[in-house]
């Protein structure tokens, strides 16, 4: 009557962690809600808590083992009654599909179930960034020097490391969102940055989102480099007045003599199953708005170069990262002040059969269909339009010169999005260059729904992305 | 419980008005429950520690996805409050905490635990997820994900309580954290210019996400937060279930007779993270072991029951029946199907056009 207590998944893509602290003993009598173990994730460190009452017959994998696979187990629990001598233990930890004794499973545990990675198309979009990066498709920047030394980062890491550098360089530049300081930012973007600068200059705020819009752009106003963090840009939508009608029209309202240098930063786009109110993207809602710069990168290199152009500019800037890329590893340049231009498309791969245009995790996709594409004869080209607002219409316009074939790929909803916008910039000063319609890859147009199945059918694909190139090379 | 003088300008108005002389709703009595009621508080309370432990750990299997918010140690609130609602005309609104207080209603734990998995048979037929929940039937609103944004919902719904004159209270439940909201305070404002029936419930259980009270709440007695709208507010002990049921009995007398919204702040705490993937290192693990030692809600009961005559026994057979309830509402929730893929494109819009 043993339970096989398994190593839990703390989190959509964890697939390993540490067993960090056992806080129980073989022998024990635990009960549900106490806390049996610590377990670490590079993000995270969660407890483990007994959900069945017993005694700790045996544990498996002693305290501070790295690298400990979800669903393997990790100790015996004995049922209430039993005698914990009797509890055998699986014959072996590292294995989780092995069965452990359970020659009467207790009929209130049915779920014996191995923990697997949750089901979410979030995954498959990660997949296609790690494919793309490590198919080495991606071409490095011309804005890199030759020669220069590239570092493996983080997404996650290159933005901290810019917001860290801009505010070495300059007093003005501060942080300020939830859970930015003493939590080290909800996404951990921030890490590292209060013990570095202090509560001065690195500062949480309740939950308040129009009113901390309001304090950065007023701040902005009266002279400081506000970044303003939003735990996702769902919760900017409170504060959405302030970006729009305080931040952007200032300087224009003003004639010029009022500016409001502001950063608004923070994830955007669908993430791993979280849902309708949590999982969209406001490209297109922030690049409808004239007065807003409007980023959205893909490498850590560019999030890096760019978030710095974005702190330094003296534009209000709508800052949109990807939740799903944070993890993500590319080279960034060894450079002591890596900064690029805002407004500039990059060619993430030459081509010359189609162009495939994108912007934040989208890439990703469009370089894996890019790969695909490939293996079936057709040579794309892979333009990431990195800012959003100003649109790079010139990198546009002269890769379609080259192809004649246009596919926009766009992990957002298609009506009224950038993939429209290029299309119409498209007809109106590329339409001699076109030898087929424009066609737009994108999301479903239905609010994000739960379900992992629902979800991956609403998500954009690599395969569709496949289809659509080859539709406009007549080679479908 | 006295109210502060209000701040106005002092060249407006040097003296503030005397509010003494304002009317205040009655204090509190700790309610005296039958025996079988708190039978029934303690089996309700129970079965929310229970499915939501379940939860965590189907979560932890990855059956659950997204952010899975769970209400243990706070299960005292729902329950005391809900049991005193008219099922027939009163609503509840929450924020995405939200799985207690659907089964404090009655809900069948199948359809709740089947949503958590995404499955047809979830109560938002898989669609809505863990913090998108709703019940009109029940006449519950949800189950919402953004901070602070059931205040003014449940406000709309008081309002048409008013409207149609049809007797009801909306339970408006809100953290410490959507404590701070502006909309909060506009909606406060509404609510008692109309004097709208509302019950304006603060689950205070310490920390928005990783941010204590004292670090995000300039006024951290949130019981006070609606005098300045002249709103009256009590502060109730939120780990026990019959301080909850005595309070809202006064709160709604005062409510039900039309004399305006009402602030309850329960002060409760939350034993697990703030959502699944929170490291919780913004407290220590013994400030939440003394609490469970010392304050928890289902302990309590259960003291109380066994002084009221009941024996182990027969806790144990309530304790058994809900464990079969919770493995069958997962066993459920596993074994249901996903949606049907057509279900992608339904429920957009109502009509067509």
């Known amino acids: 009557m043993a339970i096989e207590l398994k190593m839990p998944a703390l989190s959509p893509t964890m697939e390993e962690g540490t067993l960090a602290k056992w806080l129980v003993k073989e022998g024990d009598a635990v009960k549900s ?46 049922a209430e009654g039993e005698d914990a001598s009797a509890a055998k233990p699986a014959p072996k930890a590292e294995e989780p599909k092995e069965e452990a004794p359970k020659e009467e499973a207790k009929p209130a545990v049915p779920d014996a179930t191995t923990p697997h990675q949750m089901e979410t198309a979030a995954r498959q979009l990660v997949a296609d960034v790690a494919a793309a990066e490590k198919a080495g498709v991606d071409a490095r920047d011309p804005e890199i020097p030759e020669g220069t030394e590239m570092v493996k980062t983080t997404v996650r890491e290159a933005l901290r490391d810019a917001m860290a550098e801009e505010m070495r360089a300059d007093d003005r530049v501060f942080v300020m969102g939830e859970e930015v300081a003493q939590y080290q930012g909800a996404y951990k973007v921030t890490q590292g940055l209060l013990d570095e600068f202090g509560d001065r200059r690195v500062i949480d705020t309740p939950i308040t989102e129009y009113g901390f819009a309001g304090v950065g752009t007023g701040a902005a ?83 890096k170069g760019l978030l710095k152009a974005a702190i330094r500019s003296e534009d209000p800037v709508v800052f949109l990262e990807n939740e799903l890329l944070y993890g993500q590893s590319f080279p960034v340049p060894k450079l002591d002040d890596f900064v690029l231009p805002i407004g500039k498309a990059r060619i993430a791969k030459e081509g010359k059969d189609v162009t495939l245009v994108s912007y934040s995790i989208g890439v990703g996709v469009a370089l894996e269909a890019a790969v695909k594409l490939a293996e079936e004869g057709i040579d794309a080209e892979v333009i990431d339009l990195r800012t959003l607002r100003p649109l790079d219409t010139e990198t546009v316009l002269k890769s379609l010169a080259k192809t004649n074939r246009l596919v926009v790929v766009e992990e957002g909803w298609p009506t009224c999005s950038i993939a429209s916008e290029i299309s119409a910039v498209v007809m109106e000063q590329g339409f001699d260059d076109l030898d087929a319609p424009v066609l737009r890859v994108t999301n479903v147009d239905v609010p994000l729904p739960y379900a992992a199945n629902l979800e991956k059918l609403a998500l954009i694909k690599a395969d569709d992305v496949v289809t659509a190139a080859k539709k406009v090379c007549y080679k479908a | 419980m006295a109210r502060t003088p209000a701040k106005s300008p002092a060249a407006a108005k040097p003296k503030a008005d005397p509010i003494p002389n304002r009317e205040r709703p009655g204090e509190p009595d700790r309610y005296k429950a039958s025996k079988e009621e708190l039978l029934e508080f303690y089996r309700q309370m129970t079965l929310i520690r229970r499915f939501e432990e379940r ?299």
């Open chain 1, 221 to 303: 106003m009266a002279g400081l480099r506000p970044i303003v963090e939003f735990m996702t840009f769902n919760f900017a939508m409170q504060a959405i007045d302030h970006i729009i009608n305080s931040a952007a029209k200032t300087n224009y309202m003003s004639g010029g003599q009022m500016r409001a240098p502001i950063v608004f930063r923070g994830p955007n786009g669908a993430a791993a199953r979280v849902g309708a109110q949590h999982s969209q993207n406001y490209g297109p809602w922030y690049a409808s708005v004239p007065g807003l710069i409007v980023i959205a990168p893909y490498s850590a290199a560019d999030a």
């Open chain 2, 55 to 353: 939860a965590g750990q189907l979560y932890g299997l990855g059956l659950i996805g997204g952010f899975c918010h769970l209400y243990i140690g706070q299960e005292a609130v729902a329950v005391g409050l809900q049991s005193a609602l008219n099922n027939d005309t009163d609503s509840v609104i929450t924020g995405y905490r939200d799985h207690g207080h659907m089964l404090a209603y009655g809900i069948d734990p199948k359809l709740i635990m089947a949503e958590l998995t995404g499955r047809q048979a979830g109560i938002s037929k898989g669609k809505g997820g863990s913090m998108h929940m709703f019940s009109v039937e029940h006449k519950f609103y949800g189950g919402h994900g953004i901070v602070g944004a059931q205040v003014s919902l449940g406000t709309g719904l008081a309002f048409k309580h008013k409207y149609a004159n049809d007797g009801g209270v909306c339970l408006a439940y809100f953290g410490d954290g959507a404590a701070n909201q502006g909309q909060v305070y506009e909606s406060m404002n509404m609510a008692e210019l109309w004097k709208l029936p509302i019950i304006f419930v603060i689950e205070n259980n310490g920390y928005a996400m990783g941010t204590a009270v004292g670090r995000s709440s300039s006024e951290d007695q949130l019981y006070r937060r609606g005098e300045s709208f002249r709103v009256p507010g009590m502060q109730v002990d939120g780990m026990d279930v019959l301080a909850v049921r005595g309070a809202i009995e006064e709160a709604l007398k005062w409510v039900r007779a039309g004399k305006g919204p009402i602030v309850m702040e329960l002060k409760t705490y939350r034993y697990r993270g703030h959502s699944m993937s929170d490291p919780a290192k913004y407290r220590t693990r013994e400030e939440v072991q003394a609490m469970k030692d010392s304050s928890d809600c289902i302990d309590h009961a259960k003291r109380e029951l066994e002084a009221m005559g009941v024996s182990e026994g027969d806790l144990k057979k309530i304790d058994k029946d809900i464990r079969q309830i919770v493995a069958e509402a997962a066993d459920f929730a596993e074994q249901s199907p996903e949606p049907n893929p057509e279900e992608l494109y339904t429920d957009v819009l109502v009509g067509t056009y």
């Open chain 1, 33 to 78: 809600g106490d806390i049996l173990a610590e377990i670490e994730t590079d993000k995270a460190t969660m407890e483990f808590e007994a959900v069945d009452e017993g005694t700790i017959a045996q544990i498996l994998v002693p305290e501070g083992t790295d690298g400990v696979k979800v669903g393997a187990p990790i100790a015996m629990l004995a």
